[in-house]
C-alpha cells in the first residue's frame, strides 16, 4: 500500500516537472515572439518616419540653399553653407549626441522587451511550487485518512 502510494506521488512528481517545463518552454517562446514582433514594428517605424523626415530635410535644406544664394548672389555660396551648417551638426552630435542615443534606445529597446504585465519566471515557479505542496499535502491528508 505504501509503495503504491509511493509510486503515485513519483508519478504526479514527474507529470508535474513535465508540465511545468512545457509551460515554461510556451511561455519563452511567446515572450520571444512578443519582443521580437514589437522589434519588427519599431523597425517598420523607423523606416517609414525616418524616409519621409529625410525627404522633408531634403526640400527644406534645397529650399534654405536657394533663399541663400539670393542674398549672396551665387546658388553655391548658400549649397555651401547649408552643408556647413549640417557638418556642424554632426560634429557635435559625435561629441555629445552618442551617450543621449545611447541611453534613449536602450530605455526604448528595454521597455520592448520587458513589460510590466509579464509575469516574472521566479513569481511563476514559486506559485507553481505552493500549487505542488498543496497536493501533496492533501495526499497525505487522504492516505492518512485511508490508513485509519
Given amino acids: 500500500m505504501a509503495f503504491s502510494s509511493l509510486k503515485e506521488s513519483l508519478h504526479r512528481v514527474t507529470e508535474r516537472i513535465e508540465d511545468y517545463s512545457v509551460s515554461t518552454a510556451e511561455y519563452y517562446k511567446l515572450r520571444l515572439f512578443k519582443a521580437s514582433m514589437k522589434g519588427a514594428i519599431s523597425l517598420v517605424n523607423l523606416l ?22 539670393t542674398f549672396f548672389e551665387n ?7 547649408i552643408g556647413a551648417f549640417y557638418g556642424i551638426i554632426l ?26 504585465n509579464d509575469l516574472d519566471p521566479k513569481v511563476a515557479a514559486e506559485k507553481e511550487l505552493n500549487e505542488y505542496q498543496e497536493t501533496l ?12
Fill in 48 to 69: 517609414v518616419y525616418g524616409s519621409l523626415s529625410l525627404f522633408v530635410m531634403l526640400f527644406l535644406s534645397v529650399g534654405a540653399a536657394f533663399w541663400l544664394s
Fill in 75 to 81: 546658388v553655391y555660396v548658400g549649397f555651401l553653407l
Fill in 91 to 116: 560634429i557635435f552630435m559625435f561629441i555629445f549626441g552618442r551617450k543621449i542615443i545611447e541611453r534613449g534606445m536602450l530605455y526604448k529597446f528595454s521597455g520592448l522587451l520587458y513589460d510590466e
Fill in 137 to 148: 499535502f492533501d495526499d497525505k491528508v487522504q492516505d492518512e485518512k485511508l490508513t485509519n
